[in-house]
């Protein structure tokens, strides 16, 4: 009985070979873990992966319409289309019959392996005992975690943008993971810094992020405003006219640079500190700001050879207002940049007490 479980279990995805993996229950691709995905559904002996980890996966931008129980991926070359039920997938608005359906489970649209394999021409890799999937990847060199390599990195950046990799020198600064951004597609990111050059070699003069799913880069200046202003590369050249996430989030290295700059402006000693990021800060200073998705940092100021904190940080992931929170002999007084007004001061009674 066994046995033939075990048969059966192959077969749910026609013609896709077996493979296995160190870790359970993850979808990879381009040999890195897929952070934060849904797990691969299995229903009437097929396997399923939810379209938005798909569109990650692809280097695309995710929409669902909960009304008609549609969702599309887009890229820069091609948008596909599912529907629940439908063994119709739209290919830039062609219609291919598969024998195939996607279906929609608490909101979300998954879609078939094998429809992916039939439609998409991706290789894909199915572990049964794991329950691993595999996307243009191979288990042995496969990475739960992201790990930058100079030289291997490096290879890759010169190959996706061709010649123009030559203008730049460039200092691996983080690796981030990029949600709801305005231009870019969701994914994980190595971050580079950079400067022209020949040109003020200390000045900084924008950011290289890396899709390390798709090895797509985006040049991100540290001024950009709009779409005209942030530069990708795929293939050795430069794309004209590429697909934008359309959110309203600031990728953090952008927003903390911008976040420097006012510090700097509204009051040029507050430069000397430095800026760490944190996750959260205290909840009395949180309940106190506008709504709104924030970005959190400690502002500390070298002691005897050790950082020692002074004041938090908080910035608006959409609008990129900066709130400092300062203490004083009346309490802290949040401050708003760049118009430097005084927001509100939390008394030391309400600091102190446990229940506000």
Same mark, same amino acid.
């Given at each position: 009985m066994r046995f033939l479980k075990k048969i059966v279990m192959s077969m749910i995805i026609a013609m896709i070979p077996l493979t296995f993996a160190s870790a359970d229950k993850s979808i990879y691709m381009n040999n890195y873990k897929i952070k934060d995905t849904t797990l691969v559904a299995i229903k009437d002996e097929r396997s399923y992966i939810y379209a938005k980890d798909l569109s990650v996966a692809l280097g695309g931008v995710y929409n669902y319409d909960s009304k008609k129980k549609t969702a599309t991926i887009t890229t820069d070359k091609v948008e596909y289309g599912f529907e629940n039920g439908s063994n119709l997938i739209s290919v830039n608005g062609a219609k291919r019959s598969t024998?195939?359906?996607?279906?929609?489970?608490? +909101?979300?649209?998954? /879609?078939?392996?094998?429809?992916?394999?039939?439609?998409?021409? /991706?290789? $894909?890799?199915?572990?049964y005992k794991t329950e691993n999937l595999f996307i243009n990847s191979e288990e042995k060199v496969a990475k739960d975690k992201p790990k930058y390599e100079l030289k291997k990195t490096t290879e890759i950046l010169k190959k996706t943008m061709g010649e123009e990799a030559n203008k730049y020198k460039f200092t691996y600064a983080l690796t981030e993971d990029v949600k709801n951004e305005k231009f870019?597609?969701? =994914?994980?990111?190595? /971050?580079?810094?950079?400067?022209?050059?020949?040109?003020?070699?200390?000045?900084?003069? +924008?950011?290289?992020?890396?899709?390390i799913y798709t090895n797509d880069i985006y040049f991100y200046p540290v001024d950009a405003r709009g779409k005209k202003d942030v530069i990708k590369?795929?293939? =050795?050249?430069?794309?004209?006219?590429?697909?934008?996430?359309?959110k309203n989030a600031t990728t953090q290295l952008i927003a903390t640079t911008n976040m420097i700059s006012d510090v700097k402006a509204s009051d040029t000693s507050l430069g000397s500190f430095t800026y760490t990021r944190k996750t959260s800060i205290d909840k009395k200073y949180e309940k106190e700001l506008p709504s709104g998705n924030y970005y959190y940092y400690q502002a500390s100021k070298s002691v005897n050879g050790?950082?020692?904190?002074?004041?938090?940080?908080?910035?608006?992931?959409?609008?990129?207002?900066?709130?400092?929170? $300062?203490?004083? =002999?009346? +309490?802290?007084?949040?401050?708003?940049?760049?118009?430097?007004?005084?927001?509100?001061t939390i008394s030391k009674t309400n600091l102190t007490n446990k229940k506000s």
């Open positions: 024998a195939f359906r996607p279906y929609v489970e608490k +909101g979300k649209m998954m /879609v078939p392996l094998a429809m992916l394999k039939e439609v998409m021409k /991706v290789n $894909l890799y199915w572990n870019m597609v969701d =994914g994980t990111y190595y /971050v580079f810094r950079s400067n022209e050059k020949g040109v003020e070699s200390n000045k900084v003069n +924008g950011f290289f992020y890396l899709n590369y795929s293939g =050795g050249k430069e794309v004209s006219d590429y697909v934008v996430n359309g050790k950082l020692k904190p002074q004041f938090e940080v908080a910035q608006n992931s959409k609008t990129l207002e900066v709130y400092l929170f $300062l203490k004083s =002999g009346k +309490g802290v007084s949040i401050i708003k940049l760049p118009d430097k007004t005084i927001v509100k």
